[in-house]
């Protein structure tokens, strides 16, 4: 279980997050939605603490991730795989040493053993025979699905989505959600995505969380927040372009 | 008046910010160097690009300066009637001062260049954050076996420079200038001692240090964006010479007063 308490964030003076509380259970899916730049990305890079908050605490299965050094952290940070937005894949190496690497650094397998775990995980993202690719010969998607593979071929307990579906169509898009979901059931790990994409949101989560202000603003089901008639969560659900009036800082619960 | 005295103040502030962080770098460096275990493949690979590719510019850089250093020498001692000079003022120039210099001058531009592009341009595209979500020090995996690889082929790298500038000279002044080639040898031997290698390599040992620092401090502290890695590589490799040309004048000066000539 990851919790989050009070996590506040700033970057050249400017308030990302302020103040986030909230908690991830074991097995469960959650999106977080919220506009450009409301903190999303920042939010899920604090979780495996990429980066260090200002205030708050994250903690990881009981254990308090701020006072750890980054060698302390290296434990901690190989229970996740992160999916990064742009994919994040080594260009200097093929496809199949890109989701080798992982497995490599942990120094206790065999090249056999890595080779079935890569082909393993290559072929249920349907990229085996891209393998020996590098990534400036793979199409947006392929990244995507290759970056999921390198993501979970440590088979890690969470797994991070930082967009996974943008700027894909709309089929691609579908494939990678269902992807996300096959790497639940087939793996059984808890999932934090942040997208923009409710089609995506909807299909994949167990639970959607909004980010709005620089506070989780609120959460429910996928089918609470297809309900609410909170007028912040509606405009970003409905994609409404009108300007909405000032709301509370309180996090609504959505039921 | 007191505006430009606040922005001479945060400009000494933040270089002396980064002259911190950048030797916190070099202790991490340094750490992992010693307490982890060592990534023989990336070295060897980085000692391959960094070493055996910058060969031909080191080749053509310590060759055309003996050359030119031997014509433009027998010039004024020729009308002195010390043509035999030219050997070792060549060979002497060469291994105290012109190859460890120049050399580290092509590396910083060529190598120097380079390490902060890469590792600049790894960082804007989140591939630093993606080793470290992996549980992988960027620093233990990309800057220490390029601070190796340069430790090991810059030395490399300048014999090489004195070799062809020496060689280069002598075949400029023997066969070009006509000067006796027996007095040229021997007066080359005479005066050029084991402490001007010494000298000279150990100089290059330092220079590749700070290469290898300020271009991985770069890459890994890069802007966002193309203008953010275009900045960072050109600031290496300014840098980097700058440290070189500054540095050179007190390794002399402390070698001098160490090891009188």
Same mark, same amino acid.
């Given at each position: 279980?990851?919790?989050?308490?009070?996590?506040?964030?700033?970057?050249?003076?400017?308030?990302?997050?302020?103040?986030?509380?909230?908690?991830?259970?074991?097995?469960?899916?959650?999106?977080?939605?919220?506009?450009?730049?409301?903190? #999303?990305?920042?939010?899920?890079?604090?979780?495996?603490?990429?980066?260090?908050?200002?205030?708050?605490?994250?903690?990881?299965?009981?254990?308090?991730?701020?006072?750890?050094?980054?060698?302390?952290?290296?434990?901690?940070? #190989? =229970?996740?795989?992160?999916?990064?937005?742009?994919?994040?894949?080594?260009?200097?190496?093929?496809?199949?040493?890109?989701?080798?690497?992982?497995? =490599?650094?942990?120094?206790?397998?065999?090249?056999?053993?890595?080779?079935?775990?890569?082909?393993?995980?290559?072929?249920?993202?349907?990229?085996?025979?891209?393998?020996? #690719?590098?990534?400036?010969?793979?199409?947006?998607?392929?990244?995507?699905?290759?970056?999921?593979?390198?993501?979970?071929?440590?088979?890690? #307990?969470?797994?991070?989505?930082?967009?996974?579906?943008?700027?894909?169509?709309?089929?691609?898009?579908?494939?990678?959600?269902?992807?996300?979901?096959?790497?639940?059931?087939?793996?059984?790990?808890?999932?934090?995505?942040?997208?923009?994409?409710?089609?995506?949101?909807?299909?994949?989560?167990?639970?959607?969380?909004?980010?709005?202000?620089?506070?989780?603003?609120?959460?429910?089901?996928?089918?609470?927040?297809?309900?609410?008639?909170?007028?912040?969560?509606?405009?970003?659900?409905?994609?409404?372009?009108?300007?909405?009036?000032?709301?509370?800082?309180?996090?609504?619960?959505?039921? | %008046?007191?505006?430009?005295?606040?922005?001479?103040?945060?400009?000494?502030? +933040?270089?002396? /910010?980064? @002259?911190?962080?950048? @030797? &916190?770098?070099?202790?991490?460096? *340094?750490?992992? !160097?010693? !307490?982890?275990?060592?990534?023989?493949?990336?070295?060897?690979?980085?000692?391959?690009?960094? +070493?055996?590719?910058?060969?031909?510019?080191?080749?053509?850089?310590?060759?055309?300066?003996?050359?030119?250093?031997?014509?433009?020498?027998?010039?004024?001692?020729?009308?002195?009637?010390?043509?035999?000079?030219?050997?070792?003022?060549?060979?002497?120039?060469?291994?105290?001062?012109?190859?460890?210099?120049?050399? $580290?001058? %092509?590396?910083?531009?060529?190598?120097? $260049?380079?390490?902060?592009?890469?590792?600049?341009?790894?960082?804007?595209?989140?591939?630093?954050?993606?080793?470290?979500? &992996?549980?992988? /020090?960027?620093?233990?995996?990309?800057?220490?076996?390029?601070?190796? /690889?340069?430790?090991?082929?810059?030395?490399?790298?300048?014999?090489?420079? &004195?070799?062809?500038?020496?060689?280069?000279?002598?075949?400029?002044?023997?066969?070009?200038?006509?000067?006796?080639?027996?007095? *040229?040898?021997?007066?080359?031997?005479?005066?050029?001692? /084991?402490?001007?290698?010494?000298?000279? @390599?150990?100089?290059?040992?330092?220079?590749? %240090?700070?290469?290898?620092?300020?271009?991985?401090?770069?890459?890994? !502290?890069?802007?966002?964006?193309?203008?953010?890695?275009?900045?960072?590589?050109?600031?290496?490799?300014?840098?980097?010479?700058?440290?070189?040309?500054?540095?050179?004048?007190?390794?002399?000066?402390? *070698?001098?007063?160490?090891?009188?000539?």
């Amino acid at each position: 279980m990851i919790q989050i308490e009070g996590l506040r964030k700033s970057f050249n003076g400017t308030e990302v997050l302020c103040g986030v509380d909230f908690e991830i259970r074991d097995g469960e899916t959650v999106v977080i939605i919220g506009r450009s730049g409301a903190g #999303k990305s920042v939010l899920l890079k604090h979780l495996c603490v990429l980066l260090r908050p200002d205030a708050g605490r994250v903690i990881v299965d009981d254990v308090d991730v701020e006072p750890l050094s980054e060698r302390a952290l290296t434990p901690i940070r #190989k =229970r996740f795989g992160f999916l990064f937005q742009g994919a994040a894949l080594f260009d200097s190496m093929t496809l199949f040493d890109n989701v080798a690497f992982p497995l =490599r650094e942990e120094r206790k397998f065999s090249e056999k053993e890595i080779a079935e775990r890569v082909e393993e995980v290559l072929t249920i993202v349907g990229l085996l025979e891209a393998k020996d #690719k590098k990534p400036a010969e793979l199409s947006g998607g392929m990244k995507k699905r290759a970056g999921l593979a390198r993501a979970c071929v440590t088979y890690p #307990k969470y797994l991070l989505y930082d967009e996974p579906t943008t700027g894909l169509d709309p089929i691609r898009a579908d494939n990678i959600n269902n992807l996300v979901l096959r790497m639940r059931d087939r793996f059984k790990v808890t999932g934090v995505a942040v997208t923009h994409d409710m089609v995506s949101a909807y299909k994949i989560a167990d639970r959607i969380a909004m980010l709005h202000d620089g506070r989780i603003h609120a959460v429910g089901t996928p089918q609470e927040i297809q309900a609410t008639t909170d007028p912040v969560v509606r405009q970003f659900i409905t994609g409404a372009g009108d300007s909405i009036k000032e709301v509370s800082h309180g996090t609504a619960t959505v039921r | %008046m007191e505006g430009v005295l606040f922005r001479f103040r945060d400009f000494v502030l +933040g270089q002396l /910010a980064q @002259l911190g962080s950048m @030797l &916190m770098l070099l202790g991490d460096i *340094f750490k992992t !160097t010693f !307490t982890r275990r060592p990534r023989w493949g990336e070295t060897v690979d980085q000692t391959f690009k960094i +070493g055996w590719k910058s060969q031909l510019v080191v080749l053509v850089t310590g060759a055309f300066t003996g050359m030119v250093f031997a014509v433009q020498t027998y010039q004024q001692f020729h009308k002195v009637k010390m043509d035999t000079a030219v050997g070792p003022v060549v060979s002497v120039a060469m291994t105290r001062e012109l190859a460890p210099v120049l050399t $580290a001058l %092509m590396v910083a531009g060529r190598v120097g $260049a380079a390490i902060a592009a890469e590792l600049g341009t790894m960082k804007v595209t989140e591939q630093l954050d993606a080793l470290r979500a &992996m549980g992988t /020090a960027p620093v233990d995996y990309l800057a220490v076996p390029r601070f190796v /690889a340069l430790l090991l082929a810059l030395p490399l790298l300048t014999a090489e420079a &004195m070799f062809f500038g020496i060689f280069s000279g002598y075949i400029v002044g023997v066969r070009l200038c006509g000067i006796d080639e027996a007095y *040229f040898i021997q007066n080359m031997i005479k005066f050029t001692t /084991a402490k001007d290698v010494m000298s000279g @390599l150990i100089k290059s040992v330092f220079f590749a %240090m700070f290469i290898a620092l300020i271009s991985c401090y770069k890459g890994f !502290t890069a802007g966002e964006g193309a203008e953010g890695v275009g900045r960072a590589t050109t600031q290496a490799v300014v840098v980097s010479s700058l440290t070189v040309l500054i540095a050179n004048f007190f390794i002399a000066v402390l *070698f001098n007063a160490i090891i009188p000539p």
